[in-house]
């Protein structure tokens, strides 16, 4: 091949590769929280997209963020609700999901794990692995909104309802100041 066909080929070739980041689309989209700010690639097991009437989508981590942004009350009526399969971390629609609820793998933002399944017999053998109960997306959110005024009370040190950037705020003012050397220069 000649330079000039090489070099259309290796940029081609780097468009398709830099297009093909295997991150969802909707993670690209919306790549951190917008309640907490956790980055929302972590979390793609646990991941929502909540439609609104009045148009507004709203990317979450997981229920717990849902369940606070329900709570605000800043969009109106949902729409439509999707949750990530966490087998697959595929969006699904959570109406059609098989939830869990509780067991002893903790959940994102709240201490009481809430699980979206595409398929029931992951559901099950969640079950069977880690405990918890079968539930509709209704029981989950239920139990979310609930788990809220828990986990806000939640002691000191656990301090999962949170959120993230608050934490961070936190930990930065609790900071000791860099030393300082005597002279007053930096090295």
């Known amino acids: 091949m ?20 295997g ?42 963020c849902l369940a606070v942004d329900l709570a605000a009350k800043e969009h109106g009526d949902p729409v439509s609700f999707a949750v990530a399969d966490r087998v697959s971390k595929r969006l699904i629609d959570a109406h059609t999901a098989h939830w869990v609820i509780g067991g002893n793998v903790p959940g994102v933002m709240t201490s009481r794990g809430k699980w979206a399944f595409a398929e029931k017999v992951y559901a099950q053998k969640f079950i069977r692995e880690h405990g918890g109960e079968a539930a509709t997306f209704a029981e989950a959110l239920a139990a979310a909104q609930a788990d809220l005024a828990v986990d806000a009370a939640a002691p000191a040190g656990q301090d999962l309802a949170r959120p993230a950037q608050a934490r961070q705020d936190e930990r930065f003012r609790q900071a000791k100041p860099p030393l300082q050397p005597s002279n007053g220069r930096m090295p």
């Open 23 to 64: 991150v969802p689309e909707d993670v690209r989209l919306a790549p951190t929280c917008s309640r907490c700010g956790m980055d929302r690639t972590t979390f793609a097991h646990s991941r929502m997209v909540v439609h609104y009437a009045d148009g507004t989508r709203v990317a979450v981590c997981s229920l717990h």
């Open 2 to 21: 000649n330079t000039a066909l090489r070099i259309v080929v290796l940029i081609a070739l780097a468009t398709l590769l830099a297009g093909f980041t």
